[in-house]
């Protein structure tokens, strides 16, 4: 059972422009959610998180979006630098799991200069 | 702030032999949790502790698997008699609880069970 799922293996974008990555929840419990980027050979940093009270959360390039209705959320990346390519996890936990994450399975980033 | 470190980077072993991984967390950070991650896949949760205290196993965590946190600081897991699915990533991350901030992970130790 698939709890966060992110549908897009891969997102090709131009520098500059922007990039929008999408993640989609199942579990009502979830209440926080968080962007990590990973680089190969690296552990998974993190980048961006919003509570389920907000539906934005801002922190310079990067912005979250929340919609609890529809159980989603989108990491905006404006504008995008070739050092963004990465591969981009989103994560979810519940206050009730001791704030265990679960991940979707990540989205392959590419900037093209 | 040094961050989370991870002993070893690599390990092969053959199959049916046990191992011992480290994980050094964040020196303030209370909570130490354990993933594994495969190829394609997003990090899978393993277990976490608050303190030296084992607060909750994912059925992931099969009896060959053991975690320990002694006197609250560093953790170890230990594999045994291990199999060639084990092969794998496997990542600790450290927080601060009870704040809801993000985890803080390490680089991971990569498996091969030959």
């Known amino acids: 059972d698939q709890q966060v799922k992110q549908n897009s293996p891969s997102l090709s974008v131009q520098e500059g422009r922007i990039s929008i990555l999408n993640c989609d929840y199942t579990?009502?419990?979830?209440?926080?959610f968080l962007w990590y980027k990973k680089y190969p050979a690296e552990g998974p940093t993190f980048l961006i998180s919003?509570?389920?009270?907000?539906d934005k959360n801002e922190d310079g390039r990067f912005t979250v979006f929340l919609n609890k209705s529809a159980k989603h959320l989108s990491l905006h990346i404006v504008p995008s630098q070739p050092g963004d390519s990465a591969v981009y996890f989103c994560a979810a936990s519940a206050q009730t799991s001791g704030s265990r994450l679960t991940f979707g399975e990540g989205t392959q980033l590419t900037v093209n200069p | 702030d040094t961050g989370v470190s991870q002993d070893p980077r690599h390990k092969i072993t053959k199959r049916g032999q046990n191992v011992t991984f480290r994980c050094d967390p964040i020196s303030e950070h209370n909570r130490l949790y354990w993933y594994r991650q495969t190829l394609g896949q997003g990090p899978e949760f393993l277990t976490y502790?608050?303190?030296?205290?084992?607060?909750?196993k994912s059925r992931l965590l099969s009896d060959r698997f053991s975690a320990e946190r002694p006197k609250g600081s560093f953790s170890t897991l230990e594999i045994q008699r291990t199999e060639q699915g084990d092969s794998a990533m496997y990542l600790c991350a450290s927080s601060r609880a009870p704040l809801r901030v993000g985890q803080y992970f390490g680089p991971g130790t990569r498996l091969t069970v030959t």
């Open positions: 919003i509570s389920s009270i907000k």
């Open positions: 502790f608050q303190n030296e205290a084992q607060l909750e």
């Open positions: 579990n009502s419990m979830f209440d926080y």
